[in-house]
Nanobody, 118 residues
Framework: VQLQASGGGLVQAGGSLRLSCAAS????????MSWYRQAPGKQREWVAT???????TYTNSVKGRFTISSDNAEGTMSLQMNSLTAEDTAVYYC?????????????WGQGTVVTVSS
């Protein structure tokens, strides 16, 4: 499974960005898809998850501001980020847990950089 993240950029505090993650397999076949982020000098942290069922969960710091979604027709997962703050500055990675006949495995995209200027 290959994941391609895009949509990062430079935005002012209070602004919005929409990240996308394109998968090389059908989105509908992926059990769990998530976004993680890694800020400069910090460990990678989980941001949001969407299950195959459509159920979503978020880390507390982004609740009410970020929305994770998936589009089976387009084969993408997205993260709509609103009311951005400098604390959201990080490299954002998409992640997929995919089950094949040989078992389940985690896959990572290459990351897209989000910079929020205050």
């Amino acid at each position: 499974v290959q994941l391609q993240a895009s949509g990062g950029g430079l935005v002012q505090a209070g602004g919005s960005l929409r990240l996308s993650c394109a998968a090389s397999v059908s989105i509908a076949s992926i059990s769990v898809m998530s976004w993680y982020r890694q800020a400069p000098g910090k460990q990678r942290e989980w941001v949001a998850t969407i299950l195959k069922s459509g159920s979503t969960t978020y880390t507390n710091s982004v609740k009410g501001r970020f929305t994770i979604s998936s589009d089976n027709a387009e084969g993408t997962m997205s993260l709509q980020m609103n009311s951005l703050t400098a604390e959201d500055t990080a490299v954002y990675y998409c992640n997929a847990y995919y089950r094949s006949d040989s078992g389940g495995k985690n896959y990572w995209g290459q990351g897209t950089v989000v910079t929020v200027s205050s």
